[in-house]
């Protein structure tokens, strides 16, 4: 009994402890798993096999895309924490690739591709068993089964698990994935690279970016700031130096040009003429004005004129160091400038009206050539910031998904994007689309609009304020500023001696902050153009405010004067001396007259708008060419990056393209030095027969003036006469054998229309044509490229065919390419050399200059007056005096010679001479008779002209002979003051066209000068100054 007792109450622990724990396990299995325990319980497996096929050995790195595939959802791409991307996983094990990783995330494209040979890129589609664990698991936890997976290329089986293990003891593999940290509230995004060591732990950390890429982002990121401070001065100086856009040249005439000139002042002024110039006109020609002052008014003058002033734009002219040869430069001037207009094929169809056989139905006229350079100007417009649409075009295409992304996770994180300047840009900052880059373009198509299709007053306005600024900016000489700053840096020991080693460093506070504002204003072009384009702003629009400013002066303090003084001083010692500002067609002004109150406030606000309006398309101009810019160095240096890193895989490749280069510039090369030679020599041909030159180019070149000579054609030519030509708006001078051109440096130059002539000269030795020569060197190059490139396959294809090493490869690439130039260097037949010393080649140069003459630009010319009849006897003594020396000088020779003439050689020479003289009078008298006749028959065809009674006057008879007096009839219409002074006349000045003028003889004036003024309150002024009001004579008269 006590024993069976006994054994029941040692039963009675055991069966509770039974009870409890069933309990505790079923309380447990109601219960959800710890993520530990799900962690540890949880697989991912692969969902096939084909990754393991995919893989390749000799890849340096692996990016693995991560897909869920049995999730309708992915709990990869819709989890947001601090690491970034979960799906995407990094695996290598070189050097190479954690390299790779340190570079921006746009590094494929930036690097054309090339950074990305020897990276794979798989997809990977994983389940979790069992189902749904996967999905249940922390943001942390996820990423720990994914890198272990990723470290062990997803292999999960435990005998490949050993094999790999095996074979890793020798190797570093890392896995990396992105994250973001938190730097206080701003978000930074880098790479978290985990390895293991010996014992199997883990060992992960940020990685940090090597010591020369970080150098190299340095560089770039400097390379952007330096253009944006500095890229003005990559524009081409051609735009805007006076030398290439408009520079005056003195002619001195081998003979004076003798003109008749008649001055009128008068309203109802009579007299028949060849040319008519009004005071709008004139109002440019200093040296004229001044002239005409001296001269009598309302008769005829007899004016002689020695030498002319003449516009020259420098595309017009070229030095003998550059020939128009090139192919771009070919390409530029007949496709954007329309030069292929003077084609056989094109001339004939360009004056042709678009609307063919309805022109006459049409009010405007419209050629084909007129829509051209319309079309032309349009895609010159779209296509200059080419480079930004590339830039745009990246940046839609291969970056804005992950700068999107790369936001959405900063904004629900709760952080802030911050600009990093080294491995970004303001177009992935801001986005293409931002505020400030919608200003830009509508600034820059702006522009555009304005200067390419604007009306006179306003185009030439903006781009005088233009190229004076950038004029100006040129013309800075920073050895000045350095001057400039020695001097402030010295002045303390100037004033106050060996005091100034005591006050130095206190003025040296002071003094340091002028210097850099000084330095950054002269020496950084962006600063500089800010400050000298609101300068010409109010230069150029406050022209006839002369008095205005100086009454303002005046009332100044002392201390404000000096300052002022010393700072205009200091402007001037730094630009170079010599070179003043460009002054470009300041005609037309777009403020009105006047000195009151509201007129100088229209003035000043026209003035900041105007300079405020130019300063904003600077900066718009230059922040869409930083970035292009910025962009294309990023690009050279990726792709550079990439060359040298897979050398074995690009070298053939490159060594190819720069052949390609080397044979393209060989071609094209050949080209330009033939023409270079031939220029000289031309230039050398030229200059010895032009008188002279030698005493000109002596002089100084503060006392030089740029100077244009006339070469002396042979004598069997007839000298072609100066004359002026109103065919087009400005007025011209017809100038025969102007063909050498000094300027105040002693650089010769030749017409461009002269060199064409001389190029189409074909005889043996001459380069013929220019674009023959281009035609020819394309077809070179041409058959050399489908050389190389059969080169490139042969290669290519035997070399994968029999394994053989990039090396080899290259070498023999580099062998095959050499083949050309060995052909064209040895076993090619030489080919003709230029020789210009022929006969015949001269003889052409002779004809070409004999008939050569072009049309001129008046800038100023000088006239005095002389009496007909002293000059004639001048003319005659000097003739005769010449004759006598050239009978002493035949004797001489004859002298020399011992030849003597006989009496009968004499008797018949003087015969001769007797003879010849009087065929010469017999020909004067009869060219007197007909000139009488023809006189007699226009006088009378005059008299027969009925007075017509016009829309503005009436006409008056007046008859005028040489001396001014009232003599003979003529036609002509007369203006009143009154009618001229309505508003309709006014604006009739802004519209009017240049008066027709009938066909005259040698009787007629060569040139009428009209100076009426109308008495016309508040007047739009065209120049600034009241002595510049159009001439409201010239309004309605029409020239008879």
């Known amino acids: ?137 922390t943001s942390q936890e996820r990423v720990d089964i994914l890198r272990e997976q990723s470290f062990d290329s997803f292999r999960i089986v435990s005998t490949e698990k050993t094999e790999t293990k095996l074979d890793r003891k020798h190797e570093n593999i890392y896995v990396c994935h992105a994250i973001v940290e938190s730097q206080g509230d701003h978000a930074e995004f880098a790479n978290n690279c985990c390895s293991k060591d010996s014992d199997g732990n883990w060992l992960c950390s940020k990685q940090e970016e090597k010591f020369w890429i970080t150098v190299l982002y340095v560089c770039i990121a400097l390379v952007k700031v330096a253009m944006f401070l500095f890229g003005p001065l990559l524009l081409p100086s051609q735009l805007y130096t006076a030398a290439y856009v408009a520079s005056e040249y003195v002619v001195k005439l081998q003979k004076d040009l003798k003109m008749k000139l008649f001055i009128s002042e008068s309203t109802q002024t009579s007299i028949r003429c060849k040319t008519r110039l009004a005071l709008e006109e004139i109002s440019d020609w200093k040296q004229f004005r001044e002239c005409i002052e001296k001269l009598p008014k309302e008769q005829i003058v007899h004016v002689k004129v020695p030498e002319l002033r003449i516009k020259v734009k420098g595309k ?32 004939e169809c360009c004056d042709r009206s678009i609307y063919a056989s309805f022109a006459p139905h049409f009010r405007h006229k419209c050629t084909w050539h007129m829509c051209v350079k319309w079309l032309i100007k349009v895609l010159m417009l779209l296509l200059i910031p080419l480079p930004f649409y590339i830039r745009i075009v990246i940046y839609y295409k291969f970056e804005m998904e992950e700068l999107s992304n790369r936001r959405s996770v900063i904004e629900k994180l709760g952080l802030r994007n911050t600009f990093n300047m080294y491995r970004e840009n303001v177009v992935q900052y801001f986005i293409p689309t931002h505020p400030i880059f919608l200003v830009t373009y509508a600034f820059y198509f702006l522009s555009g609009l304005l200067i390419g299709f604007s009306g006179p007053c306003l185009r030439e306005k903006l781009k005088s304020i233009a190229m004076a600024a950038l004029s100006d900016m040129e013309n ?94 200091m402007d001037q010692n730094v630009h170079r001396r010599g070179q003043s500002s460009f002054d470009f067609d300041d005609r037309y002004s777009l403020c009105c007259s006047g000195n009151g109150q509201f007129c100088a406030f229209s003035r000043l606000l026209l003035q900041i708008t105007v300079g405020l309006f130019c300063l904003t398309v600077m900066f718009a101009t230059v922040l869409i060419f930083t970035e292009a810019t910025g962009l294309c160095v990023e690009v050279m240096a990726f792709t550079m990056m990439g060359i040298i890193v897979n050398a074995g895989s690009t070298l053939r490749y490159v060594t190819m393209a720069l052949l390609v280069l080397v044979y393209m510039h060989n071609c094209y090369d050949n080209v330009y030095e033939n023409y270079l030679i031939f ?86 030795g001459a380069p013929g044509p220019v674009y023959i020569n281009l035609l020819r060197a394309t077809g070179k190059f041409s058959i050399i490229v489908v050389f190389l490139f059969f080169v490139m396959l042969v290669v290519m294809a035997f070399g994968s065919t029999h394994q053989i090493s990039s090396t080899n490869q290259t070498l023999a690439t580099l062998a095959g390419g050499f083949v050309p130039m060995l052909l064209k260097n040895v076993l090619s037949s030489k080919s003709v050399r230029l020789n210009l010393k022929t006969l015949s080649f001269k003889g052409q140069i002779d004809e070409i200059v004999a008939e050569f003459k072009q049309y001129w630009p008046v800038n100023d010319f000088v006239v005095e007056q002389y009496d007909p009849a002293e000059e004639a006897a001048r003319e005659a003594e000097q003739k005769a005096k010449e004759e006598e020396d050239d009978k002493e000088l035949e004797k001489e020779r004859n002298k020399e010679k011992g030849t003597v003439k006989d009496e009968f050689g004499k008797e018949k020479g003087e015969s001769k001479e007797i003879a010849t003289n009087n065929d010469k009078t017999n020909k004067n008298d009869k060219d007197k008779e007909k000139t009488v006749t023809k006189n007699s028959q226009i006088s009378s065809g005059h008299q027969k002209t009925d007075r017509i009674n016009g829309e503005y006057g009436n006409h008056v008879n007046v008859i005028i002979d040489e001396d001014g007096n ?61 002595e510049s009001i159009p001439s409201l004579t010239m309004t309605h008269i029409t020239v008879s």
């Not at 000109?696 to 070149?701: D, E, F, H, N, V």
């Not at 051109?741 to 002269?754: M, V």
Request: neutral net charge; proline residues 6%.
């Open 966 to 1026: 009232v003599m003979r009839d003529t036609v002509t219409s007369r203006v009143d003051r009154t009618s001229v002074s309505s508003p309709s006349s006014q604006h009739g000045l802004q519209t009017r066209k240049r008066p027709s003028i009938t066909q005259s003889d040698d009787d007629d004036v060569d040139l009428i000068i009209d100076l009426g003024m109308g008495d016309v309150e508040n007047i739009w002024q065209v120049y600034g100054t009241t």
């Open 679 to 764: 220029n000289k020599t031309i230039i050398e041909e030229i200059t010895e027969k032009v008188e002279d030159l030698k005493k000109i180019a002596s002089l100084p070149s503060s006392m030089q003036e740029n100077a244009a000579f006339q070469v002396k054609p042979i004598e069997a030519v007839d000298e072609i006469p100066t004359t002026l030509s109103m065919e087009k708006k400005e007025p011209r001078w017809k100038i025969g054998h102007l063909l050498l051109f000094l300027d105040s440096y002693d650089t010769p130059r030749i017409p461009l229309k002269l060199f064409k002539k001389f190029c189409e000269i074909r005889v043996h």
């Open 316 to 347: 017009r002219i070229i030095p003998e160091d550059d020939p128009p040869t090139g192919l771009i430069r070919t390409l530029y001037d007949n496709m954007m400038r329309c030069k292929m207009k003077a084609l056989d094929p094109f001339s």
């Open 1 to 137: 009994m006590g024993t069976s007792y006994t054994a029941v109450n040692s039963l009675i622990p055991f069966v509770l402890g039974i009870i409890f724990s069933v309990a505790d396990a079923s309380i447990h299995s109601l219960q959800p798993p710890s993520d530990k325990d799900i962690s540890s319980t949880c697989e991912v497996l692969l969902a096939n096999d084909a990754l393991f096929h995919q893989m390749s050995k000799q890849a340096v790195m692996h990016i693995f895309h991560v897909h869920m595939s049995n999730y309708s959802e992915d709990p990869l791409y819709t989890d947001v924490s601090k690491n970034y991307k979960p799906w995407q996983w990094y695996r290598t094990n070189s050097v190479h690739g954690q390299t790779l990783l340190t570079l921006s995330f746009n590094y494929d494209i930036l690097s054309m591709t090339v950074l990305t040979i020897g990276i794979q890129t798989l997809d990977v589609y994983l389940t979790d068993k069992p189902f749904g664990c996967f999905g249940n698991l």
């Open 476 to 569: 800075v000489n920073r050895t000045s500023v350095l001057q400039v700053i020695l001097r402030i840096s010295l002045w303390p020991f100037r004033k106050c001696g060996l005091l100034a080693l005591v006050f130095g460093p206190l003025y040296a506070v002071f003094a340091m902050p002028v210097c850099a504002v000084i330095i950054a204003i002269y020496c950084i072009p962006t600063i500089y153009l800010s400050y000298r384009l609101m300068y010409h702003s109010r230069k150029k629009l406050g022209q006839n405010m002369e008095s205005g400013s100086s009454n303002q002066s005046s009332e100044r303090p002392e201390t404000i004067k000096k300052i002022h003084k010393k700072l205009t001083s």
